[in-house]
């Protein structure tokens, strides 16, 4: 099924069945999309205000990324099925590892946004961060289930938890940062 183009409840009714796919993988994506959507409402809703003009090339910049961040997250959903689908696992690696390295671009964005944006969208810069970091971890747990699962005969992805550890951390640090900025405390 090409969930693309379709409805959110199909999708999500979908997600809920005794089924393997739709699954954890394109939820993943589809959140990242959310957050690349807020992130871009916020860049528009910055663009063309007096109080922000001195950051409005930078603004039309991240609006460009964010845009571009939501197609892909958006293709990532479908693929992370057909993936599943058709048993290719090999994609079914690399299509969260994807998804890591993408929501990691989103959460430097955002936080961009939350210093330069319409202050008015705060929260909203903040929850596109907060998918960020969300989308990050999930597609991270199944870099490494998937991982485990084929131990060999994909040498290509051995130095992949390496190169994401590193980034974990860092999405870790900076939504601790997104939160003191909104006065969140736990």
Known sequence: MDYIKGSIKDYLKDLAAKMPAPGGGSAAALSAAMGASLLAMTCNFTLGKEKYRKY??????????????????????DDDIRAYA????????????????????????????MQKGNRRLVSDAALAAVLAETSFVAGYLYVEANLRLL????????????????????????????EVKVGYSA
Request: aromatic share 6%; with cysteine; net charge positive.
């Open 56 to 77: 409005e090339p930078r603004i039309k910049k991240i609006l460009a990324q964010a845009l571009s961040l939501e197609k892909r997250f958006i293709k990532l959903v």
């Open 86 to 113: 058709s048993g290719d696992m090999e994609r079914a690696i690399g299509v969260p590892a994807e998804v890591c390295f993408l929501s990691y671009d989103l959460m430097k964005l955002a936080g961009e946004v």
């Open 151 to 178: 131990k060999s005969g994909l040498g290509h992805y051995k130095g992949l938890e390496k190169d994401l550890k590193p980034l974990k951390r860092k999405i870790r640090a900076m939504r601790k940062k997104v």
